[in-house]
């Protein structure tokens, strides 16, 4: 059985995709690495092993390697992209020195890794509309940047050194099993809680903005499905395009008005997040994923919709 260890993994996505990780590989196959910061608590936290485990620090991550005979890297450690721009040091240094540190282990212990890129890694330049895999990039964000950096950071390392790196540039992602955190893409997730807890939504980005989406289980699944994919097949390694539905703020609006018909939404735009919406493209063209690993969403809008409402009213509405 493949031994898994996930950095980051009481983040947004890391705590997620761990538990799913556990549920194929097993628990005690499958550790949580966190920082003191950030501990894991409850199921994940007793499902399977924890351990301290720094993308800054390459020692601590190799003695991990070594201590759980590990195969395969799930590598999460990012800020949020509205946090990174008020820190780009620290961004830098936990996206691009974290991230080589990771490769250098793997490396030197053979390992699989999976760091993922983004919507985030494309600019102003780009294409807008069913961005084409391979493109102008140009971000204009520090963590556009990180991303960029960590596409070819990755590919350099499979090039050279032969370590089998893959990642997927995630749309902005929507769970209701982790609260939002306040990143641009963030308000997809917020404004189904407000509609639970019958509350007007206050909307931080501008009518009329489109941007890729998705529902956090086919975000978890795409992870999974790619680092089990045939290798033989996979030509664009570490930045493929997935996509699922792409919209603005006033089409998640109708979705939710068809379950919650007078639910209410004013807007009230924040220039960071919206600057940062505004060099994102619309939405992306997933040809080349559906081609070389056979991905494909289970959830469109409408299918999302009902089942947050769903989730998010079993968990708030107690």
Same mark, same amino acid.
């Given at each position: 059985m493949k031994n898994i260890?996930? /950095?980051?993994?009481?983040?947004?996505?890391?705590?997620?995709?761990?538990?799913?990780?556990?549920? /194929?590989?097993?628990?005690?196959h499958v550790v949580c690495g966190y920082i003191p910061s950030a501990q894991p608590q409850g199921e994940l936290l007793e499902s399977g092993p924890s351990e301290i485990c720094d993308v800054t620090n390459g020692e601590q991550i190799a003695e991990v390697v070594k201590k759980h005979n590990i195969d395969a890297i799930y590598n999460l450690?990012?800020?949020?992209s509205v946090v990174a721009e008020g820190r780009p040091q620290l961004a830098w240094k936990i996206?691009?020195?974290?991230?080589?540190?990771?490769?250098?282990?793997?490396?030197?212990?053979?390992?699989?890794?999976?760091?993922?890129?983004? /919507?985030?890694?494309?600019?102003?330049?780009?294409?807008?509309?069913?961005v084409p895999q391979d493109t102008i990039q140009r971000p204009r964000t520090i963590y556009g940047v990180s991303k960029v950096t960590t596409e070819l950071l990755s590919d350099y390392y499979?090039?050279?050194?032969?370590?089998?790196?893959?990642?997927?540039?995630?749309?902005?992602? /929507?769970s209701y099993v982790t609260p939002p955190g306040g990143g641009t893409t963030d308000y997809a997730c917020d404004i189904y809680y407000s509609a639970v807890r019958g509350e007007k939504f206050v909307c931080p980005i501008s009518k009329g903005t489109y941007m890729d989406m998705m529902y956090m289980p086919d975000a978890l699944r795409a992870a999974v499905e790619l680092m089990e994919a045939d290798p033989a097949r996979l030509i664009h390694r570490n930045a493929f395009n997935i996509a699922a539905m792409s919209f603005d703020p006033e089409g998640?609006?109708?979705?939710?008005?068809?379950?919650?018909?007078?639910?209410?939404?004013?807007?009230?735009?924040?220039p960071l997040k919206q600057a940062n919406a505004d060099s994102w493209p619309n939405s992306l063209d997933d040809i080349c994923a559906r081609q070389e690993w056979d991905w494909a969403p289970q959830y469109d809008l409408d299918a999302m919709t009902v089942d947050m409402l769903a989730k998010l009213r079993e968990k708030l509405l107690k």
């Amino acid at each position: 059985m493949k031994n898994i260890l996930v /950095i980051g993994a009481t983040g947004q996505i890391g705590s997620e995709l761990t538990m799913k990780l556990r549920g /194929i590989y097993g628990n005690d196959h499958v550790v949580c690495g966190y920082i003191p910061s950030a501990q894991p608590q409850g199921e994940l936290l007793e499902s399977g092993p924890s351990e301290i485990c720094d993308v800054t620090n390459g020692e601590q991550i190799a003695e991990v390697v070594k201590k759980h005979n590990i195969d395969a890297i799930y590598n999460l450690a990012a800020l949020l992209s509205v946090v990174a721009e008020g820190r780009p040091q620290l961004a830098w240094k936990i996206g691009i020195d974290g991230l080589w540190n990771v490769l250098e282990v793997a490396r030197e212990h053979n390992c699989s890794v999976f760091t993922p890129s983004s /919507i985030g890694s494309f600019g102003p330049e780009t294409p807008p509309n069913h961005v084409p895999q391979d493109t102008i990039q140009r971000p204009r964000t520090i963590y556009g940047v990180s991303k960029v950096t960590t596409e070819l950071l990755s590919d350099y390392y499979f090039r050279k050194y032969g370590v089998d790196t893959r990642a997927v540039r995630f749309p902005g992602l /929507i769970s209701y099993v982790t609260p939002p955190g306040g990143g641009t893409t963030d308000y997809a997730c917020d404004i189904y809680y407000s509609a639970v807890r019958g509350e007007k939504f206050v909307c931080p980005i501008s009518k009329g903005t489109y941007m890729d989406m998705m529902y956090m289980p086919d975000a978890l699944r795409a992870a999974v499905e790619l680092m089990e994919a045939d290798p033989a097949r996979l030509i664009h390694r570490n930045a493929f395009n997935i996509a699922a539905m792409s919209f603005d703020p006033e089409g998640v609006l109708a979705a939710i008005r068809k379950y919650v018909p007078n639910f209410e939404m004013e807007y009230k735009v924040e220039p960071l997040k919206q600057a940062n919406a505004d060099s994102w493209p619309n939405s992306l063209d997933d040809i080349c994923a559906r081609q070389e690993w056979d991905w494909a969403p289970q959830y469109d809008l409408d299918a999302m919709t009902v089942d947050m409402l769903a989730k998010l009213r079993e968990k708030l509405l107690k």
